[in-house]
Structures are given as structure tokens and as C-alpha cells.
């Protein structure tokens, strides 16, 4: 009977030591942050659940982490600004900040309240660097490559611009003979 009792003991023990070593395991598991996460998109929030930064792919197929716009809350009696909450953040006119990827050209977008570009920078087709910049009537200031009517690879002409039509100054390349020649100009337009 002594036997009986130490076996049937030694097994409700290595039994319930299971239960427990499994349960701690599960634990343990549970308790370790996950090495991938994946998800269609991503919304950071504020402390009233509204969203404040997106990163997926948006409206315009571009891949962004953007930003929208965010007031501090009112104070108590006061109205809310109306720009307090933007509208959904995957629309480009609603990104005030915007990094990302159009197509497989990577650009920064700084834009107004209005939704206007106030600021773009990126790569052309191919992979040459644009900066323009830009007020409430339009394209004020241009840097970076010029395309030319029939853009390509070889488009090696470099520019400031003054918008519109005001002043530029640049060098262009010039291929003679197999040799490539850099020049420079500048240019200015009256107005009268």
C-alpha cells in the first residue's frame, strides 16, 4: 500500500508540475515582445484616440510616414480650433509633413494648411536631386537638375531658378567630339 501511495503521489506531482511548467512557459511566451509585426498600416494617436501620424500607403499610391496637423487642446470654455484634427491622414492634401516613396522615387513634402506644396524634394526618374519651393502663388524657387523636353540619364544641366521666369543661373553639359564641356549662365528677365 506504502508503493501505491508513492507512485500515485510521485505522478499527480510530475502531473501537476507539468501543468505548472507549461504555464509558466506560456507566460514567458506571452511576456516576449514579438520580432515581426506586420500590418496593412499604422496610426500614432493622441491621448483623445485621434490620429495624429499614418504610415502605410496612401490615397495616392505613395508609401509615406506622415504627419497632420496638431494643436494643443483647448482650455476649458474655449472652442476647439478648427484645424485641431485633420481629416484622414492617408489623403496627400491632409499630410502636412509627409517622407516617403512615390513610385520608386523617395520625396519630402512640407504643405500648408490649404493642402499646397510648400516644399518638395526628391529624386527624378533617374535618381537626380529636385528642390522646389514655393508661396501661395505658386513655384518660387527651383535647385537641382534640369529636365530637358525629352528627359533622360544624361540630363546633366543644374540650375537655381527663381520663379516665374525671374532669374536663373546654371551650367549645363555639352558633349563635342566624344568630351563633355561644362558650361555656365545666368539669365534675367525685366519686367517692365
Known amino acids: ?22 504555464q509558466v512557459t506560456h507566460i514567458r511566451e506571452q511576456a516576449r515582445p514579438e520580432a515581426v509585426v506586420r500590418a496593412h498600416r499604422f496610426e500614432l494617436v493622441d491621448e483623445a484616440g485621434q490620429a495624429i501620424s499614418y ?36 489623403d496627400p492634401e491632409n499630410q502636412r509633413a509627409a517622407i516617403g516613396v512615390m513610385e520608386d522615387s523617395p520625396f519630402l513634402s512640407f504643405r500648408g494648411p490649404d493642402g499646397k506644396d510648400l516644399l518638395h524634394m526628391n529624386l527624378s526618374i533617374f535618381a537626380k536631386p529636385r528642390l522646389w519651393m514655393s508661396d501661395e502663388t505658386g513655384a518660387r524657387l527651383g535647385l537641382g537638375v534640369e529636365q530637358s523636353d525629352t528627359p533622360g540619364p544624361e540630363d546633366n544641366n543644374w540650375s537655381l531658378s527663381f520663379s516665374p521666369e525671374r ?10 567630339g566624344g568630351q563633355i564641356y561644362v558650361h555656365g549662365y545666368s539669365a534675367s528677365t525685366r519686367r517692365g
Not at 500500500?1 to 507549461?22: N, R
Not at 490615397?59 to 484645424?83: C, I, M, T, Y
Not at 532669374?167 to 563635342?176: F, H, I, S, W, Y
Open 167 to 176: 532669374a536663373r543661373l546654371g551650367m549645363n553639359a555639352e558633349k563635342v
Open 55 to 90: 504610415w502605410g500607403v496612401d490615397k495616392g499610391q505613395n508609401l509615406v510616414l506622415a504627419f497632420g496637423s496638431h494643436w494643443p487642446a483647448s482650455l476649458p470654455g474655449e472652442p476647439a480650433h478648427p484645424a485641431r484634427y485633420p481629416a484622414a491622414l492617408d
Open 1 to 22: 500500500m506504502k508503493q501505491i501511495l508513492t507512485v500515485a503521489a510521485a505522478l499527480a506531482a510530475g502531473f501537476f508540475g507539468g501543468l505548472l511548467g507549461t
